[in-house]
């Protein structure tokens, strides 16, 4: 069974809290929290604040998907805001293995970003380390885009080395996830759908969520 992330950057910040339940009520098995800082993508949005107030709202999983250069400045403070996984660009860090161990020193599980362009073989030699792995299948920046098929292959790859080599990592797919792309990424391995529009651009969200999960039985 796909596990199904909303991404809360499509929620109405007006009543984020109320949003929150609501998707943990329809079925979500994580929160998808999207940091961005307007250097490593072109879009700016929040910080540990939020996620410090989402803790409380939910005992589900909060999914922290750092797009923000540097990461490694902020591993602490979303850490202590109450993060369960942070997930950190290969591109946006020097020392990538240095980073995924001071995520998992500050007690959180460690998630690794690939950007579209970006190949698995880039982050093989820390694959042992990872509790999860993103492949983004849009460039990272706003929600609403079109699914890139050509990351597909890097879903497989990553199954197939998890296997091999008997890792543990989740595989996390994030960008322009629908009742349509999602079952491309599932049947290629993925784990974990992250759903920004889908889910919180609809009235129904147990219908939206529900529409997914069908979509890959
Ligand atoms: C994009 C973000 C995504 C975004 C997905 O930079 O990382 O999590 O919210 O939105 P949709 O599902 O609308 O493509
Ligand atoms: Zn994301």
Redesign the pocket.
């Known amino acids: 069974m796909v596990k199904i992330a909303p991404?809360i950057?499509?929620a109405d910040f007006s009543k984020l809290g109320d949003e929150v339940r609501e998707v943990e009520k329809a079925g979500a098995d994580y929160i998808?929290i999207?940091v961005m800082d307007g250097m490593f993508?072109p879009n700016i949005t929040m910080g540990p604040l939020v996620v410090e107030a989402v803790r409380p709202v939910t005992s589900l999983t909060l999914d922290v998907?750092l797009?923000i250069e540097q990461p490694e400045r902020y591993v602490e403070a979303f850490a202590k805001a109450g993060a369960d996984i942070i997930s950190v660009h290969a591109e946006a860090t020097r020392h990538l293995h240095r980073t995924v161990q001071m995520i998992k020193s500050a007690g959180v599980k460690a998630g690794i970003v690939l950007n579209p362009h970006t190949p698995v073989e880039a982050i093989r030699h820390v694959l042992s380390e990872a509790d999860l792995v993103l492949v983004?299948t849009?460039n990272?920046?706003?929600?609403?885009?079109s699914f890139i098929k050509e990351t597909v292959s890097k879903i497989k790859e990553l199954n197939e080395i998890r296997a091999h080599e008997r890792f543990h990592y989740e595989i996390e797919v994030?960008?322009?996830?629908t009742d349509e792309t999602i079952s491309l990424c599932t049947n290629a391995g993925a784990d974990v759908a992250?759903?920004?529009?889908?889910v919180f651009g609809k009235a129904d969200r147990e219908a939206a969520i529900k529409a997914l999960t069908d979509a890959v039985k």
């Open positions: 991404s950057l499509s998808h999207d993508v998907h797009m983004m849009v990272p920046g706003f929600g609403g885009q994030d960008g322009g996830v992250v759903a920004g529009s889908f």
